[in-house]
C-alpha cells in the first residue's frame, strides 16, 4: 500500500511540475512578446515614425496622457504620438517593473525615461511611471488596448 501512495504522489508531483513548466513557458513567451513590442515602441517613438507607432495599438485603443483629455482610436493616437514627437520629445526608453498575464490580456507597470528639446526653451529630461494593458489580437500580436503614464516631474505653477 506504500508502494502505491508513494507511486501516486511522485506521479501527482510530477503532473503538477509539467503544468507549472508549461505555465512558465507561456509566461515568458508573452513576456518576450511585450518585451518586443516595447522595444519597437521606443525605436518608432525615436525615429518620428508616428504611424507604425500607431499600429502598436488596438484599433479601437484608448490613451491616457497627463493633464489631457482621453485620446480614443488609432487614428486620434497617431495626432497625439505626432504632437509629441513634434514637441521635441525623444530618447524614449522603458523598463518594465511588473507583467501579468491571464489568457488574451496582459497588464505591465513600469517606468519611462525620456529628453525633450523643445525648439524654444532648454531641454529637459522626464521620468515617469505608466500602466498599459495589453490585448492579444486575433494574429496572436500583443497590441496596446489602454495606455495611461504620469511624469515624477512637479507640475509648473503659473
Avoid at 505555465?23 to 508573452?30: H, I, K, N
Avoid at 490613451?63 to 495626432?79: A, L
Avoid at 492579444?136 to 512637479?154: A, H, R, T, V
Wanted: aromatic residues 8%; negative net charge.
Amino acid at each position: 500500500m506504500k508502494k502505491i501512495n508513494l507511486f501516486i504522489t511522485v506521479l501527482l508531483l510530477s503532473f503538477l511540475n509539467s503544468c507549472n513548466n508549461q505555465l512558465d513557458s507561456d509566461f515568458l513567451t508573452v513576456k518576450t512578446a511585450i518585451d518586443n513590442q516595447n522595444r519597437a515602441y521606443e525605436d518608432f517613438y525615436n525615429n518620428k515614425q508616428v504611424q507604425k507607432l500607431a499600429e502598436l495599438h488596438t484599433i479601437n485603443a484608448i490613451v491616457m496622457p497627463p493633464n489631457s483629455k482621453m485620446v480614443k482610436g488609432r487614428e486620434e493616437i497617431m495626432k497625439m504620438l505626432n504632437n509629441e514627437v513634434q514637441l521635441g520629445e525623444q530618447d524614449i526608453k522603458f523598463e518594465t517593473l511588473e507583467l501579468t498575464v491571464a489568457n488574451d490580456l496582459a497588464y505591465e507597470t513600469g517606468l519611462y525615461n525620456l529628453n525633450v528639446k523643445p525648439k524654444k526653451g532648454e531641454p529637459f529630461n522626464d521620468k515617469g511611471k505608466y500602466i498599459v494593458i495589453w490585448k492579444k489580437d486575433s494574429d496572436g500580436q500583443w497590441l496596446m488596448e489602454i495606455d495611461i503614464w504620469n511624469s515624477d516631474l512637479p507640475v509648473k505653477k503659473n
